[in-house]
Each structure stands twice: as structure tokens, then as C-alpha cells.
């Protein structure tokens, strides 16, 4: 059964910038059964982009989930096993406390007076909603991209509270190269005037054209050269004969167009703005000195799932962490799976990461 809650949290939540947030709320939902001793709790950490809805856990009145090929009964992370706990992240565009949030000093929406937050922030608030839900150690966190980066924070500040750790197509540092995809995004949003600088809750419009775009520089960037290939034509969509337009007049143009459409309906612009910055500030190896310095606190087992075709977090980067881990003595692997789909892999190519997560969590 998925349920969805929210936790509330009536105390100061001190940030790593040495800003505060009075008090602050954390969306998430639930699926499956928690066992009488509670070993049985799996903590899912979302992408960039995604929310804590994972999957529909089979209701067919509730919209599938960004991986419901994973999770659910009987699957990779079987929820008749397992009770999944899915955490909306703090600064997130899924309910928890974030630049739309409203402020409680003024009771106005934060935008940009948002404090900037860091990953380690976030992992201090999900630490805060299992202390809530009276969960000391998780038998296993799990997250992709920026939720890989949580992950890694979890191994680093938290590893008692974790017996197994999954890191999906993350690294311990975002690139230069990253960082500068983010800032060009940002700028997307940051230009279209109806952003208002960071101040257009409550107005007339929001920036739609900015989300629009900054979807579009995204998918250049999460979708491989291959996959683009493979599932658009360069043929005009007009049986295949040019209209001699600058309207869109290929599939790839109508597909980003689509693309652009729903971004602009589900994320909000400023959170976008403070995820991507969380993102810019996140190295483990600055903060630590060494990467070495860094997880020399980690236990338990470590699985690890790089891609062939993921060019912006290179298998070369997790398989650092591992050789660390494993010259630590930790039970770690570290697989490089072969797909054509890029940095989105792992969430749209699931089926030889199925197997490999299931052995590991069972």
C-alpha cells in the first residue's frame, strides 16, 4: 500500500552555509509493511529531478512512479519484503520545505531569501524524519545521480545508521564540466522575465519559457548520442517532407517541445536554482582533504553501478570509491553496465541493474 505523509518539524534546522531554517517539513511516501523490529526499512534517494513518488506500488487510481520497473511487489526492491520510505528532499518541488515554501517570520514564499542549501543539508533533515519515525539504521539507502550523492554523504557522516548502501551513476564530486551545464541551465530560467527575480509566486505567470529551456539543455545532456539516434529520425514529421519553416518540423523539435511542456508544469523554477547550486557545492574530497579521509568512517556493503555511456559521471569516479572502500576492508563491488541511454540509464534501462539489486539486498 502507498501512503504519503509529511513530517513537520517545529525546531531550527541549522544549514552547513550557516543559514537557519526556523522550522521545516519533509514530504515523503511509503510503501509495503515494516517489520516488528523494523530491519526491513529501505531508504530511496531521489535524482535531480524526480520526487518521492517511485511507483504506484500497483494502484491502478495513482500515477506510475519514475521507477516503477524497481519497485513494487515482487521486483528488484520487493515492497512484500521490504518497507521503502522515499523522502521528498529539503529544497525539492514535492512538498517539503523549499524556496516556495512560505517563510513563518513574514508568511510570505521564500524565493530567493531561501537560504542556499548543500547535500549534506538534505541528509540532515532525512536524518531528522527517520529519528521521527523511530528509525535507527536503514537496511539499505539507495539513490541515483544527486540522490548517489546523498548516499555517499550518509557513508561519510551517518555509516551507523546504514547496514548496505547502493550508489547509482553518482560520483564523490560533481565535474567542472557538471557545474557548468548547471550554471548555463540556471541562466535559462534566470532570464525569462517572468521570474521576477526569484519573486513570482503569487503573480500572473511563472516562468514557463525558462523551464522550457532548461528542460531542453537537460535532455541534451541525460539522453546519449545513441539513444537520440535510435528513437528520432532526422526526416521531417510531415511524411517526411520539409515545410521549410522555423517551427518545429522534426520529431527530436516536438519531442523537446513535450519535454519543455511538462517541465514547465511540474518544477519549480527557484528549486531548480537551489538544487543545481546544492549540486555545484557537493565534494567530498574538498571537505574531507582525501577521499580516503572522507570514508574512512564506512561500513557495512557497498554496491556500486556505473554505465557505459555515461559520460557525465564516468564509471572511472564510483570506481574510485570502491577501491577505497575495499582497501578498507568493506564488502564492496562495483559493476559498469553496457546501455545506450546515458546518465538516465539506471532509471530507463533497468533490466540488467534488476538482477544485480536484488542479489545485493537479498
Not at 521503502?84 to 524565493?111: C, D, E, H, K, Q
Not at 564523490?172 to 527575480?197: H, M
Not at 557537493?282 to 554505465?307: M, P, Q, T, W
Request: with cysteine; charged share 20%; hydrophobic share 40%.
Amino acid at each position: 500500500m502507498l501512503r504519503k505523509e509529511k513530517a513537520v518539524f517545529d525546531f531550527p534546522l541549522r544549514l552547513q552555509s550557516g543559514g537557519i531554517l526556523p522550522k521545516f517539513e519533509i514530504a515523503y511516501e511509503t510503501y509495503g509493511k515494516r517489520n516488528e523490529d523494523g530491519s526491513n526499512v529501505i531508504l530511496i534517494c531521489h535524482g535531480l529531478t524526480s520526487d518521492q513518488h517511485v511507483t504506484n506500488n500497483n494502484d491502478s487510481e495513482v500515477a506510475p512512479g519514475w521507477w516503477q520497473s524497481v519497485v513494487g511487489p515482487g521486483l528488484a526492491i520487493n515492497t512484500d519484503q521490504f518497507f521503502v520510505i522515499s523522502a521528498n528532499t529539503l529544497g525539492g518541488f514535492g512538498g517539503s520545505t523549499s524556496p516556495a515554501s512560505l517563510n513563518p517570520i513574514n508568511m510570505r514564499a521564500y524565493g530567493v531569501s531561501f537560504p542556499v542549501i548543500t547535500i549534506a543539508d538534505m541528509v540532515k533533515a532525512q536524518c531528522c524524519l527517520a529519528d521521527e519515525l523511530g528509525i535507527t539504521s536503514f537496511y539499505a539507502i539507495i539513490g541515483g545521480c544527486m540522490g548517489g550523492f546523498k548516499v555517499l554523504e550518509w557513508l561519510c557522516k551517518y555509516p551507523h545508521r546504514l547496514e548496505r548502501a547502493v550508489l547509482l551513476s553518482t560520483s564523490p564530486k560533481v565535474s567542472t564540466y557538471t557545474q557548468a551545464i548547471w550554471n548555463v541551465a540556471r541562466k535559462a530560467i534566470q532570464l525569462d522575465p517572468y521570474w521576477n527575480k526569484g519573486h513570482y509566486y503569487g503573480d500572473d505567470g511563472i516562468p514557463h519559457a525558462g523551464l522550457a529551456l532548461m528542460s531542453n539543455i537537460g535532455a541534451l545532456f541525460w539522453l546519449s548520442h545513441e539513444t537520440m539516434e535510435k528513437n528520432f529520425t532526422n526526416l521531417p514529421i510531415h511524411q517526411g517532407k520539409p515545410h521549410y519553416t522555423l517551427a518545429s518540423d522534426f520529431e527530436i523539435e516536438v519531442f523537446l517541445d513535450k519535454l519543455g511542456h511538462t517541465a514547465a508544469n511540474k518544477i519549480d523554477a527557484n528549486s531548480f536554482l537551489y538544487l543545481t547550486r546544492a549540486m555545484d557545492y557537493f565534494d567530498l574530497i574538498r571537505e574531507h582533504g582525501s577521499l580516503e579521509k572522507a570514508l574512512n568512517r564506512a561500513r557495512g556493503r557497498v554496491l556500486s553501478i556505473s554505465y557505459t555511456s555515461d559520460w557525465r559521471y564516468p564509471a572511472k569516479q564510483l570506481e574510485q570509491v570502491h577501491l577505497v572502500l575495499k582497501k578498507m576492508g568493506l564488502k564492496t563491488e562495483h559493476k559498469v553496465l553496457d546501455s545506450a541511454f546515458g546518465h538516465g540509464a539506471f532509471i530507463y534501462d533497468s533490466k540488467d541493474l534488476c538482477p544485480i539489486l536484488s542479489d545485493f539486498l537479498t
